[in-house]
């Protein structure tokens, strides 16, 4: 068994003295372009707000008065709520804006620091979503938003990652019988770190492992022909496996030799200790030629340092918890290598 350094210290050890080289001196600056972001989002978010109090006042002095004093108070304060709503949106643009910024100066020194490691928060390249669409490690959607790409290399290994979140919109129709208008309902459909894992040699078959939904599993199997997901079902006899997903593949026995019992119990043990709160059912995957796919649900930002009203300084401290982060693909790596990291 192979032993890795991320067993015996954080990934992190060292870094202080690289970021007191390569950030520090560049805290100023950013300190100057917090504050020249948090100005504009004030602003933004006081023109929202003044706009919808105008309209509520317009309202309750033009307004026909036919609903008494609620009918007054109702039609102020429902403008108000959607300047306040409007305020909310323009305030997280220029949030998003300073994370933009914060993580584009300092996660190149990171990235720099671990080595065979690079970040692209604007995920320009992409992420490879049709493929993981086509497996079925992820559902259909109409819409992505993939932000923070990682992508390199660790133990001869490459990856890349990305955090997602995948939306279903779809057209309502108006119930009201004198609007034939319509408008658009959406639904999130996962929210988490999407995962390309390169295998060491390519697998010539569609591997998927999906959640055990129990009956509706079996619903879909007994209308989907011999699976729901349009490959046949697999039962790998391992029980602690089976309590938790099932395996659907396109060739059986080529997805028998891929899921040794030490690869399934490892499968297992990253999904206890990676998907948080939802423990199991936060994970799906899938193999297919040269990829190991996967699906993590997570709470939380990936990546996260600087906060809008947060002096540029504090980044320091969030670090800790951008490293954590980066040893999440780390520890996977681990495991599906079968060690077992601390």
């Excluded at 910024?101 to 990171?110: D, G, L, N, Q, Y």
């Excluded at 079902?233 to 391992?238: A, E, F, N, P, V």
Aim: with cysteine; aromatic share 10%; proline share 5%.
């Amino acid at each position: 068994m192979t032993t890795t350094f991320a067993e015996h210290m954080p990934i992190e050890f060292g870094f202080s003295k690289h970021f007191d080289e390569r950030i520090v001196p560049r805290l100023n600056e950013l300190e100057e372009q917090r504050q020249a972001i948090l100005a504009v989002a004030k602003r933004h978010a006081a023109i929202a707000l003044a706009a919808g109090a105008v309209f509520g006042l317009l309202f309750m002095l033009f307004g026909s008065g036919s609903g008494g004093i609620g009918g007054l108070l109702a039609g102020f304060f429902i403008p108000l709520a959607f300047g306040a709503v409007a305020a909310f949106l323009l305030w997280k643009r220029q949030a998003r804006k300073w994370n933009g910024t914060a993580a584009e100066a300092v996660m190149p020194e990171v990235c720099e620091f671990l080595g065979d490691l690079s970040y692209d928060y604007e995920a320009h390249k992409g992420f490879p979503l049709e493929r993981m669409q086509k497996l079925g490690v992820i559902r259909s959607h109409t819409r992505s938003e993939i932000s923070d790409r990682l992508e390199g290399t660790y133990r001869e290994t490459p990856f890349e990652i990305v955090e997602a979140e995948l939306i279903s919109e779809a057209k309502r129709s108006s119930a009201n019988a004198s609007n034939n208008g319509s408008n658009r309902s959406s639904r999130t459909l996962f929210k988490g770190l999407l995962m390309r894992i390169g295998v060491p040699e390519p697998i010539p078959t569609r591997i998927l492992i999906a959640r055990d939904f129990g009956p509706a599993n079996k619903l879909g199997e007994l209308f989907g022909g011999s699976s729901g997901r349009g490959m046949p079902k697999l039962d790998t006899g391992h029980p602690e496996f089976e309590r938790h997903f099932e395996v659907y593949a396109a060739d059986p026995k080529v997805a028998r030799d891929v899921l040794a019992p030490g690869l399934l119990d490892n499968f297992v043990r990253i999904a206890e200790s990676e998907a948080g709160r939802h423990g199991t059912e936060g994970l799906e995957a899938g193999f297919h030629d040269d990829s190991f796919f996967m699906a993590l649900k997570r709470e939380g930002d990936f990546l996260k340092m600087g906060g809008l009203t947060t002096p540029a300084d504090a980044i320091e401290g969030d670090l800790h918890g951008v490293f954590e982060d980066i040893a999440t693909v780390r520890r996977i790596i681990d495991r599906l290598q079968g060690d077992h990291p601390a």
